[in-house]
Each structure stands twice: as C-alpha cells, then as structure tokens.
C-alpha cells in the first residue's frame, strides 16, 4: 500500500511539470526562501527615491542571499523608468562549470512565457496595419479550420485574454532535442486541442493559441514568425542579444546561459520550446530592458501610442475584483497600483516582466534554476512585493467581514476544485484527478489554500474583507469566489485569476474519494496477485488440494491473469511518468509506442478484471463458498469497477494523439 501511495504522489508531481514548462504556476513550498526575503530593509511607510545606488543596494541586499539559500546558479535584473535604464545586473553564474558571471548587456536567458508578450505586440502591429481584426473568427487567417464551439467561433481577442476555450496541450511543447522543432505550418493543424468552454466566458491559459497567434502573423505579414519578430521587434529596438530561433544562432550560441537543475547540479541541454511564439525567446536583460522602456513610452519604436494604450487599459471580464487580462498583459495590483505583467518557466529558467505605467517603471528579472524547492517562484513574488514596498508604496482599500459570516464562508470554501487549465478528453486529465485543488480550513477557522503558498515568500494569512473576498495579509493578494443559490461556482486568486479559474470538482470525479479508493483498489488488485503464486507454493510445500475445480479454477485464474495485467498497465504508467520526468519532449514522439500501448492495455486489464471477478463472485456464491473467499471476492470486484471507472471517466483508453 505505501508503494502504492508513493506512486501516485509521483504521478501527482508530474501533473506540475508540463504545465510550468510554459507560464507561471503555484509553485512547490518554499520554506526556506522565508528567510532570504527577511534579509531585504523593511518596507519604508513613505516612498524611497528609485535611484540607482538605493536600489543597486537593496538588490544586493536581497537577492545574492536569497539566490543562494535556494541553491540558484545565476539571475539577471533590470530595473528602467521612463526612458532610461536604473540598474540592469547580473548575479552568479551563467556557467557555473566555468565560473561565468551573468553578464547584463550579452548573457541570454530564456524568458519563457515572458516571450509571448513580443507575440502579443507583433498581434498588434498586424491590428494597426489593418490586417487583422481583433474581433473577427480566426478561421479567416488560417489554411485549416477551428470548429466553432457551441456555435461560436474563436477570436483573437479570445486567444489574447486566454479564453479562446482550448484544453491545455503538452504534447510537442517542450523537449532537448533539436530535432523536435516544427514549423508552425507543420504543428498548428496537428496539435490542435479539443475546445472545452465557451470563447470569452472562462479564462484558461492556452500555449497553442498563443502559437497561433504567431502563425496568424506570420501570414497575414507574409514573413516567417522568427524573421518578423527581427525585422519589427528587435531591429527597431536595438535587441542584439536577442532570437527566437531554436537551435540558436552560431553569432549567440557562445552568450547563451546554462540551465541547471539547482546549483549542486550539471547543466541541461539548452531547451526546445516546439509552440515557438508561445516561449521559445532567448534574451539578454539589457534587450529586456529595451523591450520594456518601448511599452512604457506608449509602444515608442514598436506601436501607436493608441494602439499600445489599448493593448494596455483593456480590461477582461474576470471573477469578482481579482487580476484580469488586459490584451496580453495581466494585471499585477500591489498597494493600490496596477501593474501589467507576464511571468515564464521552461523546466530550467524562471522570470517575470512587470510594468507599472502610471509610474512609468518597469522590473525584469530572469533565473536559470528553480532551485533546490522550486523556489524561484517565492524568490520573484518576493522581490516584486518588497521592491513595490519600498519604492512604490500605498495601501489598499479593504473593509471587514463580522466573525460569524467569515466563518460561514470558509465553511462554503472548502473542498476540491478543478482549474480550468488543464486537460479534460485525454489521458492526460488523470493528473487533474491526481493534482486537484483543496481549500480546508486552518485551526482558527480561516481558508488554506496550499496550492499556492510555494509563490509567496512567508505564510499566507487569508482574511475576508468583503463578501467571498480574502485579502492575503502578507502580500495583499486576494482570493475570490462566485456563489450563486447559495453555491461556490468557481474561484481564483490574484496570482492566477488573469489566466485560470477554479471550479468545484464534480462528485464523480472528485480525488477526496477517489484517491483514496483508487489507493485501495490497486492494494487489493496488488494483495490478489500476489496470493495467487504465494497461495500455489503454500499448497505444493503442504501437498494440499486447491478447493476450486473445473470452470471454477480457470475462472479464478483468469481473474489473477487480468489482475496481473491491471499492474502491468500501473507499471507501464509509471514508466512513463519516469521518461517524461527525465525528459518532456518523450511525450512528443519517442514515447508514443507506449502510449499506444498504455491505452490499449488499460481498459483490456480493468474490463477484463471486472468481467472475470464478477464471474468468480457469481460461481463462489453459487457454489456456495467459505465466507472469506466470498470476501476476496466481493472486494475484487469492488476494486475492479474503480478501476473500469478511472478508465472511463479519464480516458484512458483511445487513439488520439493530441493531448
């Protein structure tokens, strides 16, 4: 049984992996980043002036500690205002083998989902040049079509505020292998997910729309993505240090960064992410910085000032309060102030891009580790909430919430929820099952929500200031929910709300009993296996007749047969999870014989289980057996229809092969 356990827990981790590979997460617990983000002066209770000194002496003060104590190799940071950069530097190493420094103005991260927001521009350059209408079904700038979903069609305002209604897809996302790249001709039709919600209604994060995006540029302009980006982004910029190509360039190559597990560990193959518009940017933080101060000076070298007003100030409908997209940034509020920003991961390089355009600032910063506890997302929350602090302070409305109507609420909170972002007709939605959201209640009676704590620096203290509105007393980020009749509909946080919601998990897929069943099904799938040899040996050491006979004893051993097969398909699962650990980009073609194979094995073990414990039940009632084989009996039976169940209501069965 603990084997057992420890397995899903595995299986549970892997649902992280995918998903962080493009865009930000909750990241795992970061205890231990607390105390990097104590070493930074307390928040001041007036302003700070953002000169250079100043902030170069926070910043030291700060992030070489907390960079260390997460066991993270190298980070690079710009800080501009208005025109000009205040601090641009970098910290650690780039190659730790040969102790590189990180180099501001050349050495080259990889700002992962950050890249989308040189996407989203090129989207806008094309909206100025009449090519494209924001509002338009996308199907008239495509050479495939896009089924409309309950009669409504997809449009690149939807693509843009992540609510075109895709699943989520991690086949061909990422991989260390070159030969993984794909033209977007090539991998837009194939990779095309199944639609789950209806456009513009639910926000769930989407790398292939962003892809497609890039693919819709790339023909309305008539350029291959890669060279637009050049010749439109980084050519009027000045971005030397800067592509989207994969492999890199023989001129950058030399000025690339490498990622790392953590520290303590050997560097990585540098990554191929296949949805290129999506995360496949290579930058240096002075480029970053440049990128920046175009936006900030009203889209200067890259847009009108209107259009990049609009791209800016458009605000996405949203749950309650909380963050919303506006067309390709999301919103960031941090002491009354909006910021609009947009986080990345690959598996190796963590970073995060704020603008607060009132204030005409702009904050970069870039990691090439997570660190030893996926720390460098407590490391970046810290770092924005504490510079915020001190050079950008003020304070947030809030009100109160009499004791007793607290309380009731967090009652209503708890319970597992399923996040928008993810997979629902595939295989892969088993690791929703595996990684579902809890909402629970600490000792005094307030709302916990774990899931999210790895993102912050220090404990979450969550405190309702408004009706189904919490206000994280820490941070100041929020966590809202929609009731209606009396019911929590769905939720998010402000962390995530631009781009991912949280829905109430239906009862029959719901991991508060099916974990825990599916647990003991594989216990007594595994316990009946093994009885079947154990049982045979004891028989042959004591010289005893096994008491079935006849179609009673081929029926038992057909039911052992399949229950081998059932571990066999476990087996087969967890291999799998070992491969794409190792290496994501197995998903993407060198695992697809297993997959195959998985899918096939699955529902012949669960069917055939169920068919031949309930024929083994029928035949030990009929014959009227000892009670204790009655038992096994009705217990296998039992664990097989959980089994048929996963089977179903995950799919893990078929021959699709976008997921």
Same mark, same amino acid.
């Given at each position: 049984?603990?084997?057992?356990?420890?397995?899903?827990?595995?299986?549970?981790?892997?649902?992280?992996?995918?998903?962080?590979?493009? #865009?930000?997460?909750?990241?795992?617990?970061?205890?231990?980043?607390?105390?990097?983000?104590?070493?930074?002066?307390?928040?001041?209770?007036?302003?700070?002036?953002?000169?250079?000194?100043?902030?170069?002496?926070?910043?030291?003060?700060?992030?070489? &500690?907390?960079?260390e104590?997460?066991r +993270?190799?190298?980070?690079?940071?710009?800080?501009?205002?208005?025109?000009?950069?205040?601090?641009?530097? =970098?910290?650690?190493?780039?190659?730790?083998a @040969?102790?590189?420094?990180v180099?501001?103005?050349?050495?080259m991260?990889?700002?992962?989902?950050?890249?989308?927001?040189?996407?989203?521009?090129?989207?806008?350059?094309?909206?100025?040049? =009449? @090519?494209?209408?924001?509002?338009?079904?996308?199907?008239? $700038?495509?050479?495939?079509?896009?089924?409309?979903?309950?009669?409504?069609?997809?449009?690149?305002?939807?693509i843009?505020?992540?609510?075109?209604?895709?699943?989520?897809?991690?086949?061909?996302? +990422?991989?260390?292998?070159?030969?993984?790249v794909?033209?977007?001709?090539?991998?837009?039709?194939?990779?095309?997910?199944?639609?789950?919600?209806?456009? =513009?209604?639910?926000?769930? $994060?989407?790398?292939y729309?962003?892809?497609?995006? =890039?693919? %819709?540029?790339?023909?309305?302009?008539?350029?291959?993505?890669?060279? $637009? +980006?050049?010749?439109?982004?980084?050519?009027?910029?000045?971005?030397?240090?800067?592509?989207?190509? *994969?492999?890199?360039?023989?001129?950058?190559?030399?000025?690339?960064?490498?990622?790392?597990?953590?520290?303590?560990?050997?560097?990585?193959?540098?990554?191929?992410?296949?949805?290129?518009?999506?995360?496949?940017?290579?930058?240096?933080?002075?480029?970053?910085?440049?990128?920046?101060?175009?936006?900030?000076?009203?889209?200067?070298?890259?847009?009108?000032?209107?259009?990049?007003? *609009?791209?800016?100030?458009?605000?996405?409908p949203?749950v309650?309060?909380?963050?919303?997209?506006?067309?390709?940034?999301?919103? *960031?509020?941090?002491?009354g102030?909006?910021? %609009?920003?947009?986080?990345?991961?690959?598996?190796?390089?963590?970073?995060?891009?704020?603008?607060?355009?009132?204030?005409?600032?702009?904050?970069?910063?870039?990691?090439?580790?997570?660190?030893?506890? #996926?720390?460098? #997302?407590?490391?970046?929350?810290?770092?924005?909430?504490?510079?915020?602090?001190? $050079?950008?302070p003020?304070?947030?409305?809030?009100?109160?919430?009499?004791?007793?109507t607290?309380?009731?609420?967090?009652?209503?909170?708890? !319970?597992?929820?399923?996040s928008?972002?993810?997979?629902?007709?595939?295989?892969?939605?088993?690791?929703?099952?595996?990684?579902?959201?809890?909402?629970?209640?600490?000792?005094?009676?307030? +709302?916990?929500?774990?899931?999210?704590?790895?993102l912050?620096a220090?404990?979450?203290?969550?405190?309702?200031?408004?009706?189904?509105?919490?206000?994280?007393?820490?941070? !100041?980020?929020?966590?809202?929910?929609?009731?209606?009749?009396?019911?929590?509909?769905?939720?998010?946080?402000?962390?995530?709300?631009?781009?991912?919601?949280?829905?109430?998990?239906?009862?029959?897929?719901?991991?508060?009993?099916?974990?825990?069943?599916? %647990?003991?099904?594989l216990? %007594?799938?595994?316990?009946?296996?093994?009885?079947?040899?154990?049982?045979?040996?004891?028989?042959?050491?004591?010289?005893?007749?096994?008491?079935?006979? #006849? @179609?009673?004893?081929r029926? &038992?051993?057909?039911?052992?047969?399949?229950?081998?097969?059932?571990?066999?398909?476990?087996?087969?699962?967890l291999?799998?999870?070992?491969?794409?650990?190792?290496?994501?980009?197995?998903?993407?073609?060198?695992?697809?014989?297993?997959?195959?194979?998985?899918?096939?094995?699955t529902?012949?073990?669960?069917?055939?289980?169920?068919?031949?414990?309930?024929?083994?039940?029928?035949?030990?009632?009929?014959?009227?057996?000892?009670?204790?084989?009655?038992?096994g009996a009705?217990?296998?039976?039992?664990?097989?229809?959980?089994?048929?169940?996963?089977t179903?209501?995950?799919?893990?069965?078929?021959?699709?092969?976008?997921?």
């Amino acid at each position: 049984m603990r084997f057992i356990r420890k397995a899903m827990i595995g299986l549970a981790a892997l649902a992280a992996l995918p998903l962080a590979a493009q #865009g930000p997460l909750p990241a795992p617990t970061a205890k231990e980043v607390e105390t990097a983000a104590a070493t930074a002066p307390a928040a001041p209770t007036s302003p700070v002036t953002l000169d250079a000194a100043d902030l170069e002496a926070w910043m030291d003060g700060y992030l070489p &500690y907390a960079l260390e104590r997460a066991r +993270i190799p190298g980070a690079v940071v710009v800080v501009v205002r208005g025109n000009e950069v205040v601090l641009q530097k =970098g910290y650690g190493f780039a190659d730790v083998a @040969k102790r590189a420094p990180v180099l501001p103005e050349t050495t080259m991260f990889r700002p992962g989902s950050v890249s989308k927001l040189l996407t989203w521009t090129a989207v806008m350059q094309q909206v100025e040049a =009449g @090519k494209i209408d924001l509002d338009k079904d996308v199907n008239a $700038y495509l050479d495939f079509k896009i089924p409309a979903y309950q009669g409504k069609p997809v449009t690149m305002r939807n693509i843009m505020t992540h609510t075109a209604g895709f699943e989520e897809s991690v086949r061909h996302l +990422i991989s260390s292998d070159p030969k993984a790249v794909l033209t977007l001709k090539q991998q837009m039709p194939m990779a095309l997910p199944q639609r789950v919600f209806v456009p =513009g209604t639910t926000p769930a $994060y989407s790398n292939y729309a962003t892809a497609l995006a =890039g693919y %819709i540029v790339e023909r309305v302009s008539g350029e291959p993505f890669d060279n $637009y +980006i050049e010749n439109h982004i980084f050519t009027p910029l000045g971005m030397t240090h800067s592509t989207f190509r *994969q492999p890199l360039p023989a001129r950058l190559a030399p000025h690339m960064a490498k990622g790392y597990p953590d520290v303590t560990q050997k560097a990585k193959p540098f990554e191929i992410v296949i949805p290129g518009p999506a995360g496949s940017l290579s930058a240096s933080g002075a480029d970053m910085g440049k990128f920046m101060i175009a936006h900030l000076n009203e889209g200067a070298g890259l847009l009108k000032p209107e259009t990049a007003k *609009q791209m800016h100030d458009f605000k996405a409908p949203g749950v309650g309060p909380l963050n919303s997209m506006a067309l390709g940034f999301y919103e *960031q509020w941090v002491n009354g102030r909006r910021a %609009i920003a947009h986080g990345g991961d690959t598996v190796w390089f963590h970073s995060y891009l704020w603008l607060f355009p009132e204030d005409d600032i702009g904050v970069y910063v870039s990691m090439n580790s997570a660190g030893t506890q #996926g720390d460098a #997302g407590a490391v970046r929350s810290a770092l924005f909430h504490k510079f915020a602090d001190r $050079y950008l302070p003020g304070e947030d409305k809030t009100g109160t919430v009499d004791a007793k109507t607290a309380a009731q609420h967090a009652q209503m909170m708890v !319970g597992n929820y399923v996040s928008s972002r993810g997979s629902f007709t595939n295989f892969m939605s088993l690791l929703g099952l595996l990684g579902q959201a809890t909402i629970s209640l600490t000792e005094d009676g307030k +709302i916990s929500f774990p899931a999210l704590d790895g993102l912050g620096a220090g404990a979450r203290d969550w405190v309702e200031v408004e009706p189904f509105v919490w206000r994280d007393r820490g941070t !100041g980020e929020r966590l809202a929910a929609e009731v209606k009749d009396g019911r929590v509909v769905r939720f998010s946080v402000d962390a995530g709300s631009p781009f991912m919601v949280f829905e109430p998990a239906p009862a029959s897929v719901n991991a508060a009993w099916l974990n825990p069943a599916l %647990i003991a099904a594989l216990g %007594i799938v595994l316990l009946a296996a093994l009885a079947w040899p154990v049982r045979a040996l004891v028989r042959r050491s004591f010289k005893a007749d096994f008491a079935l006979e #006849g @179609k009673s004893r081929r029926v &038992y051993r057909l039911s052992r047969m399949f229950a081998w097969l059932v571990l066999a398909a476990l087996a087969g699962w967890l291999g799998l999870i070992a491969a794409f650990s190792a290496d994501i980009g197995s998903l993407g073609g060198p695992l697809d014989w297993l997959i195959h194979l998985l899918r096939v094995l699955t529902p012949v073990a669960s069917f055939g289980l169920l068919a031949t414990a309930g024929w083994h039940l029928w035949l030990t009632i009929k014959d009227k057996r000892r009670w204790t084989m009655k038992l096994g009996a009705v217990l296998l039976v039992l664990a097989a229809l959980v089994l048929v169940w996963v089977t179903l209501a995950f799919n893990l069965y078929g021959f699709g092969m976008v997921y």
